[in-house]
């Protein structure tokens, strides 16, 4: 009888340290649960991105393209297993999720995509860092109260969740740029087109950049192109296809476009396209005030509808 009742009491005393769902042990070290992730892939393609910002791209109407990945880091906050995977594609992932063990108290998952991150960029910044074209960065990120948790077939506590990258910038086009005559005769005998920029644009992702203002402010595509590292939102025409009264010239070639990364702006504060040129010669008995024979086309107001379609990145 004393044995037993030693047996008896040994065994109520391994009902008092009995492991959760989360806290199972194996070999004296402790486990957890598992947390698996979903990688939503809507938004992973996109209208156009342009490869060099710098010049023209070639397009396709009404099509889109997939996102050009580069990198994916999965990263995972908890009290117990915080860590991050690695990937090169979503090709990787094992049927678009990602998974992690031995997990206690989760908080938080983060996905970044082709070095997307959760602060505010600066417009200098994503451009320094080649983010342009179809590698565009994306973040997304979960916190603990959006993971769903359930048990699998062998009792172990499973975390489930789902993160939806988003483009942390807006994407602006611009295409069909040509002389046209109104049927009143044209002033000019020769105008040459330098090029193109955008202005009025946000600096940074959010509030002001380096104590200045807010959105750009230039006054000339000379300004436009030494400030370059600052707002590189620009094209510039070649040499030999700079003549703005060649019949039927389509600025860029048919099927192209001018194609720019920039910050998403209120719908009453958008950017303003600038166009530039030079070599600008009047006919007689019209009057060009500029002595430097140089003007501005501008564009402030943008028309959009159902039926618009986005032109595609070449690779």
Same mark, same amino acid.
Not at 150 to 176: D, I, Q, R, W
Not at 305 to 312: A, G, K, L, N, Y
């Given at each position: 009888?004393?044995? *037993?009742? *030693? ?23 402790? @486990? @957890? ?14 209208? *156009? ?27 995972? %906050?908890?009290? $117990? ?15 678009? %999720?990602? %998974?992690?063990?031995? $997990? ?10 082709? @070095? ?15 983010? $342009? ?5 994306? &973040? ?6 959006? +993971? ?28 069909? !740029? ?8 044209? !002033?000019?005998?020769? !105008?040459?087109?330098?090029?193109? +920029? ?8 959010? @509030? ?6 807010n959105l750009t402010k230039v006054e000339s595509f000379y300004d436009v192109q030494q400030l370059g590292y600052l707002i590189p939102t620009y094209s510039v025409i070649a040499d030999a296809d700079m003549n703005f009264l060649t019949p039927l010239k389509v600025w860029p070639a048919e099927g192209k476009c001018y194609s720019y990364n920039i910050f998403p702006q209120a719908s009453l504060d958008l950017p303003v396209l600038t166009l530039c040129f030079k070599d600008i010669a009047v006919k007689d008995g019209q009057v060009w005030a500029n002595a430097d024979n140089k003007g &501005? ?9 159902? $039926?618009?379609?986005?032109?595609? *990145?070449?690779?």
């Open positions: 009888m004393k044995i *037993s009742k *030693s047996l008896f009491l040994a065994f109520a005393g391994l009902g008092l340290f009995a492991c959760s769902n989360e806290d199972v042990t194996e070999n004296g070290v402790q @486990g @957890g649960a598992d947390v698996t992730v979903t990688v939503n892939p809507q938004g992973l393609s996109r209208g *156009s991105r342009a490869i060099d910002p710098s010049n023209p791209i070639n397009g396709v109407n009404g099509d889109e393209q997939d996102v050009d990945i580069n990198s994916i880091v999965v990263k995972l %906050t908890a009290g $117990v297993g915080s860590n991050e995977q690695k990937f090169t594609s979503m090709s990787e992932l094992t049927n678009g %999720t990602v %998974t992690f063990n031995g $997990v206690r108290n989760p908080s938080k998952i983060e996905v970044f995509i082709n @070095g997307g991150k959760a602060e505010d960029w600066t417009l200098a910044e994503f451009y320094q860092g080649n983010h $342009v074209g179809l590698a565009a960065p994306m &973040y997304g990120s979960a916190d603990g109260n959006e +993971f769903e948790t359930t048990t699998s077939a062998e009792g172990k506590t499973v975390y489930n969740v789902t993160v939806t990258p988003k483009h942390e910038t807006a994407l602006l086009e611009f295409s069909g !740029i040509s002389h046209k005559d109104d049927g009143e005769g044209c !002033i000019f005998n020769a !105008i040459n087109f330098e090029g193109l +920029f955008l202005n009025h644009v946000k600096l940074a992702e959010n @509030g002001q950049y380096m104590g200045d203002d &501005y086309a501008t564009v402030k107001t943008y028309k959009l509808t159902e $039926v618009s379609h986005p032109f595609i *990145s070449a690779i």
